[in-house]
């Protein structure tokens, strides 16, 4: 059992994955490499994903962060980068969808389920933690128990 999670203390692997979305996910999308963060918590994961999938982890590294911005500003992005190389491994996916459920983690974090389907493990749906920083989202934790054991 993996978690991602970038607490102000540090990033973590651990194991829980939760993310609150509503659209679906699928294409690729072009995406700057020098634009941090997304304009909404489903658009950061939306994203994220799309990044893994092609092991674009300097893209998934500037949707990672807290509500002080990018993760790479605190621990660098070659640190970043190498801890996007494992979740880019856990989330390579044929599909997903996101779904919303309106639940908060605070003042400015939502949570985005991501029902992913034709990873390595099988089908799960993973919860995603979503982060405002200033006017931009952030991922901030993936919960990947569902990953780990089949989904």
Do not use: K
Not at 28 to 34: A, C, M, V, W
Not at 66 to 74: F, L, Q, S
Not at 75 to 88: D, H, I, K, P, Y
Not at 122 to 144: C, E, H, K, M
């Amino acid at each position: 059992m993996r978690t991602m999670s970038m607490p102000i203390a540090g990033l973590l692997l651990a194991a829980t994955v939760a993310l609150p979305g509503l659209a679906c996910a699928g294409g690729s999308q072009t995406y700057s490499d020098n634009v941090y963060g997304a304009e909404t918590p489903e658009a950061a994961v939306t994203r994220f994903l799309e990044a893994a999938n092609v092991d674009e982890y300097r893209l998934m590294a500037n949707l990672f962060g807290t509500e002080d911005g990018p993760a790479e500003r605190r621990w660098g992005r070659a640190e970043v980068e190498q801890r996007m190389f494992v979740l880019a491994g856990i989330l390579h996916h044929d599909s997903f969808q996101l779904r919303r459920l309106n639940l908060t983690e605070g003042p400015s974090s939502v949570r985005v389920f991501a029902d992913i389907t034709g990873t390595s493990n099988g089908n799960a749906s993973v919860p995603f933690i979503t982060v405002l920083a200033g006017d931009r989202w952030y991922v901030q934790q993936i919960l990947t128990e569902t990953l780990s054991g089949g989904g």
